[in-house]
């Protein structure tokens, strides 16, 4: 779809909400990231006040490190530093703040933005503020007898996986983290697993991380489900997100322009934007090995 929809939406400037720290404040909770490092194979180092997964090699040293949610520690300028004094061979950094010290880094593209709802509203004007089409399939979904509940781990997980994987294609739609590093970050505090049933079958899912807001993390659908239980599992989502007292629920980053059907999608829900920036700087000689790296895959 034309994109030219964006202007027409509310965009939040950078810095204008202190209390949101970015799409990937996440990475910047240490239980989290060490969940995440040991699984990648990676390790958690702290560069300042930040903390870094970071891929070390044997007789290389550090070759990579990503920085996410760095503005949940404070402005550019408490932090810049320490990431300037790092020295992997690339340090790429994930961010919803513009960095214009790093403009000349940014390999994201100029599309690409966090969708998030606001959450202060009322339960009444939120759906109000959602689009018709939203609204129809959120009452569709409804009175074809499609419930939501929070999910437990032990008896949900497996079934709500299978969703999932199903949806992502086995990650040929969309990156698809690991079973085992999925499950175990669910069992964390701010962990959630959401699950959408008909008539006692499972017919949607979505793995969320309760973190400052609520953002959604992965989700999946039965395809031959009808109506699509999508819309009122998100809804539901929201509520309760509301209800832990979340300020905002985060559809997650993503290029408008590559995701026009998840775009039309998020759109529905009447977001606001933020825009979103990878930064990624590349030094010396390790800098060098991974750039060959990237070109042999």
Known sequence: PDPSWVGLLAVEVAGEDPGWGGSWAILQEPRFAEVMARHLLWRVEHLGPLLALVLRKPGLGPLRAIVGGAESRGDAETWLPALRAARPGSLRLLTNRRIPALDRHRISKDDEYSFLVDLSLSEDDLFASFESRCRRSIRSADRAGITVRQGCVETDFETAWSLIRETAQDGRVFELPSHDFVREAIGLPFGRLYVAEQAGR????????????????????????????????????????????????????????????LTLFKRSFSPLLRPFYVYEVRRGWRGAIVAVQDRIG
């Open 202 to 261: 499972m017919v949607g899912s979505t793995v969320a991380l309760a973190h400052g807001h609520l953002e959604a993390w992965i989700a999946g659908f039965a395809p031959a489900a009808r109506p699509t239980p999508s819309s009122l599992l998100y809804f539901e989502i929201m509520k309760r997100a509301r209800a832990e007292g979340l300020r905002y629920f985060d559809f997650g980053p993503q290029s408008i322009a590559a995701n026009p059907s």
